[in-house]
């Protein structure tokens, strides 16, 4: 069987979506099948060696495609700096630019795929004539290539919301409500990562959902236990800043308040909120920004760590937070304390389920804060700060080849009705 794929982050990108969507392929066509993959040719976003794949992100049975987006930026930077740029006279508080932004999409910042995306694919259905298309997403403006697919060739078309669209408020709007609506209605197969999701998108359609989700990577299952010797507490963050929904503002408040050593390690592409916070704090001495490294790079850093720590913003309100973060599952398989800092939802549910040592504070509360970090510096000087290693049920549900194995099902045809009369070859 073959697939067509279009998937925006997919290598040589770099990023949590370009994980999931490789793990899948590399599964594809480890069960003998195949796949062209449609992909956005991105040179800003470094390569980071992964899983046996090369650096184009082929293999036996996988080609890839790389298609440049048209350059839509300034559709949406100009209306969104001047925006800014109003609201800093009027001395109005600063928010996020894709809040602004979004006024002035179509669906997201990527839509400038589209056009090229869907050209590139009816060529790749000419001449390899797939069996079915399947989107990754976000960015859900690629499902929108994938519908004009299936209206044109009638295809099956099955999408993979990495992330929630609607139900979370993260990524929808309500201009973009029916868009989703619309896309999902006419998929033959969603696949979300969270049971929140898919409660969500059955409510919405009569599409069939199939869960399945994100995982840990190697060396997140080999555990790192023990840090001991060095009377400082480390606490580590993998990940980007965006000063919003991921701001280190709370973290850094509380710390500068304990009167014991520390330091925060972060490991990321986007480092400039942390930067700043620690520099208007004064504790840029005790804060390290580094940028994003290989996960198979990690292990000295998570040996060397105390806790790690992890923190998404509030959803809009009203809402849940309905995605279960790929970093909270590479978080529980590595073993170590986990410093969360969560809102209400799919991702704090996980965390309370499978973590050993947990310890969970609240922006809102910051004397609660402050006293968990003190708490947890006399437990390091105790020497009783360790994780535990993972339970093999944990191992074994969100294991890569235990996913990789469900995406297979699910694509051919034991979770989803692929039969050959759903098939219309292109012409």
């Known amino acids: 069987m073959k697939l067509l794929t279009l998937a925006y982050y997919y290598p040589p990108q770099t990023s949590v979506g370009t994980l999931r969507t490789l793990r899948f392929m590399k599964a594809w066509v480890a069960n003998g099948h195949q796949a062209d993959v449609i992909c956005a040719d991105s040179p800003d976003r470094q390569f980071h060696p992964a899983g046996g794949l090369t650096d184009s992100g082929c293999a036996p049975g996988l080609t890839r495609f790389s298609v440049a987006p048209m350059n839509i930026k300034p559709a949406w930077q100009w209306p969104t700096r001047l925006i800014k740029g109003v609201r800093r006279l009027l001395g109005l508080r600063p928010i996020e630019d894709g809040r602004i932004a979004r006024h002035f999409w179509f669906i997201d910042l990527e839509w400038g795929w589209i056009l090229p995306a869907y050209q590139q694919a009816c060529e790749c259905i000419r001449q390899s004539r797939p069996d079915a298309i399947y989107v990754s997403c976000p960015p859900f403006s690629a499902a929108v290539v994938g519908y004009l ?11 993979d919301f990495r992330d929630g669209w609607g139900g979370s408020g993260y ?5 973009s409500h029916g868009w989703e609506q619309r896309l999902v209605s006419m998929a033959d197969r969603l696949i979300v990562t969270s049971p929140s999701d898919q409660a969500y998108y059955q409510a919405l359609s009569n599409t069939p959902v199939s869960l399945i989700y994100n995982g840990y990577d190697a060396p997140f299952d080999r555990p790192y236990l023990a840090h001991v010797g060095d009377p400082t507490l480390t606490l580590t963050y993998l990940g980007g800043w965006d000063g919003f929904r991921r701001s280190p503002e709370a973290l ?17 592409n986007t480092n400039q909120a942390l930067v700043a916070w620690a520099s208007t704090l004064g504790l840029s001495d005790q804060v390290l920004a580094q940028g994003a490294l290989p996960k198979g790079q990690l292990g000295p850093l998570l040996a060397q760590s105390d806790l790690l ?3 998404k913003g509030q959803p809009e309100p009203g809402q849940r937070d309905t995605h279960v973060a790929a970093k909270i599952l590479d978080y529980l398989a590595c073993g170590k304390p986990i410093l969360a800092e969560l809102p209400f939802g799919d991702s704090q549910e996980v965390l309370r389920q499978y973590a050993k040592s947990l310890t969970e504070v609240s922006a809102g509360k910051p004397d609660d804060y402050v006293a968990a970090l003190k708490t947890l510096y006399q437990l390091k000087r105790r020497g009783e700060l360790h994780g535990q290693a993972p339970d093999d049920e944990f ?6 080849q235990y996913l990789g194995q469900q995406f297979c099902e699910v694509m051919t045809g034991q979770g989803l009705p692929l039969s050959e009369s759903l098939v219309v070859k292109a012409v």
């Open 149 to 159: 697919l299936k209206r044109r060739f009638g295809l099956p078309l099955v999408l």
């Open 171 to 175: 990524h929808g709007s309500q201009a």
């Open 252 to 268: 850094l408040r509380a710390l500068k308040q304990c009167d014991f050593p520390w330091r925060l390690v972060s490991a990321g």
């Open 309 to 311: 720590f992890i923190n």
């Open 395 to 400: 191992l074994a549900r969100f294991s890569p």
